[in-house]
């Protein structure tokens, strides 16, 4: 008889103090359905679980299915600096002076975030070299202002913009969709694409080096440099989205030095009157189109 009041007692407590699951899915999957007087809901994709508890219980359940999105992108850019001035016979190509000083003068940690690359990724030659660190932005398709998703990412001489690993492309987690891409660098003005681009899980590339339409504000957002591709322009030595006379005056105490510095904006690893002549002075003037 002990045993009967007992299991009576256990059965009015669970059914009072019983878990209901608040069904919520990624997806619009997700019915609900009587049988046997039992009322079954159920979702398809990712539940949302409400936990149920009383002074001397907590209980928990349900179930998640981890949802993996990953969109590819390959952006090719060139920047002004490294540009200018090619090696002989390589005029189709970035230099790589700041990967081939010695020693080599890119960190391995990225300047816009917490990044990190393998040494060994300096070790490649060629036009798959690494250039120097550059910064990824997806943006919201209705309004450009709103960043959905970045990163940093390496640029190669030939303009490829890859991960970094230095050579695979780039992938973000977020869904397939329509974005804005934006590309910044730590002494250029940044761009943005023209229009939003479909991006999924095969690769797109996007290049903005061949044609003024497929960037924002067109001649105003690039200069062309000698071998006819359009290049972010050099000169933001503060980065605020502008080339001013602030960026020159800031260059001048730099004179002579070397380094990873912002203010050695033609990227050969040193600070001279020529970066300021030939580049930041004629550039004065110039802003971000986005």
């Known amino acids: 008889m002990r045993i009967l009041y007992m299991l009576a007692f256990l059965g009015i407590f669970y059914a009072s103090n019983a878990q209901t699951i608040d069904r919520f899915s990624i997806d619009s ?6 049988a046997g007087g039992i009322n079954i809901v159920y979702t398809i994709g990712e539940v949302h679980i409400a ?9 928990s359940e349900g179930f998640i299915v981890p949802q993996s999105v990953s969109i590819r992108v390959n ?8 540009g200018t001035d090619p090696f002989a016979g390589e005029s189709s190509l970035m230099r790589d002076n700041l990967r081939t000083a010695a020693p080599v003068l890119i960190p391995t940690t990225s300047p816009y975030d917490s990044a990190v690359c393998d040494p060994s990724v300096f070790s490649v030659t060629g036009v798959n070299a690494i250039v120097d660190w550059v910064f990824v932005e997806l943006r919201d398709a209705t ?21 970094s690993d230095g050579s695979t492309s780039l992938q973000f987690s977020t869904p397939e969709s329509s974005y804005y891409i934006a590309i910044t660098h730590r002494n250029h003005l940044g761009i943005l694409s023209a229009n939003p681009v479909t991006l999924d899980n095969t690769i797109t590339q996007v290049d903005m080096t061949q044609n003024l339409n497929s960037i924002s504000g067109g001649s105003l957002a690039v200069v062309q440099l000698a071998n006819g591709q359009y290049a972010l322009i050099a000169g933001d030595v503060i980065r605020d989205g502008q080339v001013l006379t602030t960026d020159y005056l800031n ?6 030095l070397s380094g990873y510095l912002a203010t050695d904006v033609n990227m050969d690893g040193q600070v ?6 030939l580049l930041t002075l004629p550039n004065v003037g110039r802003s971000q189109q986005y």
Do not use: H, K, M
């Open 143 to 163: 309004d450009p202002s709103v960043i959905i998703a970045s990163q940093s990412a390496l640029l190669q001489r030939d303009g490829d913009v890859v991960s």
């Open 29 to 34: 999957g997700g019915a609900s359905t009587t």
């Open 51 to 59: 936990e149920r508890t009383t002074a001397t219980l907590s209980v």
């Open 251 to 256: 260059s001048l105490p730099a004179i002579g």
């Open 272 to 277: 001279l009157n020529t970066d300021i002549l």
């Open 75 to 82: 952006p090719i850019v060139f920047l002004q600096g490294a």
